[in-house]
């Protein structure tokens, strides 16, 4: 009995590969959620991101809201 030999090759895109992509989602997905909570925390004493970013989050952004009546803010 003869064995044929099949080559199939892998779809790539420059050097990556559909199962290299897959084994790397799923830590990248993590990062990428880690560096956006490490960037929000951070950001959120600046005025303009509070107001722009955070205050519009639907379940938690009234937790950013600015309660300080005007008389009491310097500028």
């Known amino acids: ?10 779809q790539t895109f420059g050097t990556f590969t559909a199962t290299g992509v897959k084994r790397w989602v799923p830590s990248m997905g993590l990062w990428g959620a880690g560096a956006g909570v490490a960037v929000a925390m951070l950001m959120s004493a600046t005025p303009l991101f509070r107001n722009d970013v955070l205050v519009k989050i639907p379940v938690v952004g009234t937790y950013w809201e600015d309660h300080t009546p005007a008389s009491d803010k310097p500028f």
Do not use: S
């Open 1 to 10: 009995m003869t064995r044929k030999l099949v080559f199939n090759p892998q």
